[in-house]
């Protein structure tokens, strides 16, 4: 299992360096209004421009949709610390309605909407809870909405689930927004990036690797579990 998730997380990490390349030529050949345009235009519709963009960040989140190019975005329209705050707030809240919505349709029909991977982010979650939250906000293998939806059907306390993804998003939100925000000096932003994949792909597998011998202790015979 170990070399299946390992292998998933650099299959992430390469489509999203991809998708940096592919987005970085779009922008170059296509003939698009300064930036700082678009962030005056963002300024003149003040807070509800702000509130839209939250709604609107909050809703997708409950679909496939790339988060990450989302919260570039935001980077890109509201500078890095107010892009951070933005897709932090918007991630919240679609998270826990995300928790909610599949705590209240039940397990078939969001089973079908989240895919396969859903019985086992499922079953980590039960087992874990707050630091299996965490755990899988880090490592990049399971998507952002996958993550809500099992945790809402699992046992998790909804604090629990609240409290870990308040954590857990901190590192990826900072990286992600980073890329917009720094998208006009392509001197910076690459190195930035790819350190904090590093650090997010480093930090998952530390605690996956943890969970894992726990799990490999608490099923080993009851002599040798002292030594774990």
């Known amino acids: 299992m170990a070399d299946r998730v390992g292998h998933s997380t650099w299959s992430r990490i390469y489509l999203l360096a991809a998708f940096l390349t592919l987005a970085t030529a779009a922008l170059l050949a296509i003939d698009l209004p300064p930036v700082h345009a678009i962030q005056e235009q963002v300024r003149t519709a003040g807070a509800a421009g702000t509130a839209g963009f939250v709604l609107g960040y909050a809703l997708l989140t409950l679909g496939p949709v790339p988060k990450a190019a989302m919260s ?33 349709r039940g397990r078939d029909e969001v089973g079908r909407l989240a895919g396969r991977r859903f019985t086992r982010a499922d079953d980590w979650l039960t087992r874990r809870g707050i630091m299996a939250v965490i755990g899988v906000r880090l490592l990049p293998v399971l998507p952002f909405t996958v993550i809500n939806y099992a945790a809402g059907l699992s ?10 993804t308040t954590v857990g998003i901190i590192p990826g939100t900072a990286i992600a927004v980073s890329v917009g925000a720094l998208g006009s000096r392509p001197g910076d932003w690459p190195w930035l990036v790819g350190a904090g994949l590093l650090m997010i792909g480093t930090a998952g597998a530390w605690s996956h690797r943890r969970a894992s011998r726990q799990q490999q202790c608490q099923q080993a015979p009851a002599p040798f579990q002292a030594g774990c």
């Open 72 to 104: 570039a975005t935001a980077g890109l329209l509201f500078g890095w610390a107010g892009g951070a705050v933005v897709v932090w707030v918007a991630s919240m809240l679609g998270a826990a309605a995300g928790f909610w919505l599949a705590r209240k």
């Open 155 to 164: 046992g998790v306390r909804f604090r629990d689930f609240l409290l870990g």
